[in-house]
């Protein structure tokens, strides 16, 4: 992957760092903080090849040198990833890696050394690790990676390059799933539910979440031309399929995508829709409801969604949302 690449993704990230880079003025420490699958390993492993190659084009790195080949295949002797050994990373991997400043490079002078899921470092492992930052050298770049930049000691913070990385815009996403082969529908819903690609690709070769939509379409064609059956419904065709709290959470999910495409219909801006193959539908719908009745759903099926988080009986609180969008 190059920069250039990345750039689609991370623009201003990718900004930052490859300009930092002409200007040799790389900080020593770097903390990447974003949501799952907005690329942060990806752009950390992109500039560990840039630090180390030596037949780098400005600041593009060949990706065909020994160095490059063996960042790509993560076996580079002077490039250290540390993970979560079980939930945290303990004191002992981090005094590993303070084992490795002391050493020359296997390469060359210089390392690089990833920390994964930074917030999860214990007490004792992030004091550890300030040891580094605090004696910092020319020649070793760190890179923390986290998801929950706010569980990181400020003394961490203080010494390192904050770099936000942003939600992949589902546009991308969805020419990502299609060059995967996925179809409209599926990456447009996908790419709703999450904005990390791997979870999208899981979403979409899931055939339950195929099933999943076309129960929460069902449910919304009762509603609008059969409410006295809504109920009826709901039992046979709904609760029986969503057994499990995280699924009804997502057909919730799915529910609110559907009114809020129903608001964009009613806003002509039919360019926004999730579920594009059902406009027809949706048109028909609108021709029956208002932005106020839309808007009043939305917040209901937002109540039901918490309510669910409060560990409330499933079917009641289904019961209860049927009823209320089968007012308008």
């Known amino acids: 992957m190059s920069w250039e690449q990345l750039s689609k993704r991370q623009p201003r990230v990718v900004k930052t760092l490859t300009n930092t880079v002409r ?8 903390v990447f903080e974003g949501g799952h699958g907005t690329g942060k390993m990806d752009v950390a492993l992109q ?21 490059c080949r063996r960042i790509e295949s993560g076996n580079h002797p ?15 991997q981090i005094r590993g890696l303070q084992k490795e400043f002391a050493y020359h490079g296997m390469e060359s002078e210089k390392k690089v050394y990833i920390v994964e899921h930074a917030d999860r470092m214990t007490v004792q492992a992030a004091n550890s690790l300030l040891k580094f930052l605090e004696e910092p050298t020319s020649s070793t770049i760190a890179i923390l990676l986290t998801e929950q930049v706010h569980r990181l000691l400020e003394t961490i913070m203080s010494r390192s390059q904050v770099l936000s990385f942003s939600p992949l815009p589902s546009d991308q996403l969805i020419a990502v799933l299609q060059n995967e082969g996925i179809s409209l529908p599926m990456a447009s819903m996908a790419a709703a539910l999450t904005n990390d690609t791997s979870e999208a690709l899981e979403i979409c070769r899931e055939e339950w979440f195929a099933q999943a939509r076309d129960k929460v379409i069902q449910l919304t064609e009762e509603l609008r031309s059969r409410p006295n059956q809504a109920l009826v419904s709901l039992q046979e065709n709904w609760l029986s399929f969503f057994k499990e709290k995280d699924q009804l959470d997502n057909a919730l999910s799915l529910l ?6 129903l608001l964009f219909i009613q806003l002509s801006e039919p360019e926004h829709l999730v579920f594009v193959d059902q406009r027809q539908a949706l048109e028909q719908q609108a021709l029956h409801t208002s932005q106020k009745r839309i808007s009043e759903n939305m917040l209901a099926v937002l109540t039901a969604k918490q309510r669910l988080g409060a560990n409330v009986n499933p079917q009641l609180l289904m019961e209860q949302l049927v009823l209320r969008l089968r007012e308008g």
């Open 256 to 261: 609110l995508i559907w009114y809020k495409d």
């Open 47 to 67: 500039l560990a090849k840039t630090f180390l190659c030596r037949e780098k084009t400005d600041v593009e790195p060949c990706g065909e040198c020994r160095d």
């Open 23 to 30: 200007k040799d003025r790389l900080a020593h420490a770097y």
């Open 78 to 92: 002077d490039v250290h990833v540390v993970q979560p050994d079980g939930q945290s990373i303990k004191i002992d």
